[in-house]
């Protein structure tokens, strides 16, 4: 019995890490823009907090979606990923004065939303397995919110060393993303 629950943690941290690599990647884009910390923690708990309803609603409707589902989450994702990091590099190519690009509203709805929506297709397979929903839901979310935050300290450091051109590469990151989501 402990061995089952030890290979049942195991397998859950390994799959909250691996559904959070893409908000880390996403996040040191994101980072380079030169975030207040209060914003790259409202931004992190975001994130951790799309991952984990998305993954509660997969596991909830479990069977229910299997057979209908296939590719299109992982096209959605990302056409989204690709249009808004096309955005991001376009507006890097106007001049202007430096204005904060950041996530805000919409874009951090919808980004958020792209990126947690692989943990509702992983949700569901969860939900045929068995796992512990709350203990998976907890566990995703703080891994996908440490990743977040990691990655946008990350990208604030580089930032320094790029200047200017650190909106078009984070934009580049996410459209790169989102073309690999998209073909991959």
């Known amino acids: 019995m402990f061995e089952q629950y030890l290979g049942e943690n195991t397998s859950l941290w390994v799959i ?22 209060k914003r790259i923690c409202w931004i992190g ?13 997969g ?11 296939g590719k299109i989450p992982e096209l959605i994702s990302g056409i989204i990923l690709f249009i808004i990091g096309a955005q991001m590099v376009f507006g890097s190519l106007q001049y202007k004065e430096r204005t ?31 796992m512990h929903t709350f203990l998976a839901c907890i566990v995703l979310g703080i ?6 935050w990691a990655g946008m300290l990350i990208g604030r450091k580089v930032y320094h060393y790029i200047g200017r051109y ?18 991959g």
Request: hydrophobic share 60%.
């Open 16 to 37: 909250a890490i691996a559904l959070s690599l893409d908000v880390f990647s996403i996040s040191l884009g994101f980072g380079m823009q030169v975030l207040r910390r």
């Open 143 to 148: 891994v996908s919110t440490l990743l977040a």
């Open 45 to 57: 708990i975001v994130f951790g907090l799309f991952h984990m309803i998305l993954l509660l609603l």
């Open 59 to 69: 596991i909830v409707i479990g069977q229910l979606l299997l057979n209908y589902i």
């Open 166 to 183: 650190s909106e078009a590469i984070g934009g580049a990151i996410l459209s790169l993303l989102g073309i690999l989501i998209i073909f």
């Open 100 to 130: 904060q690009q950041a996530l805000y509203g919409w874009k951090l709805f919808l980004l958020s939303f792209s990126v947690s929506i692989d943990s509702f297709t992983v949700g569901i397979s969860l939900g045929l397995t068995g």
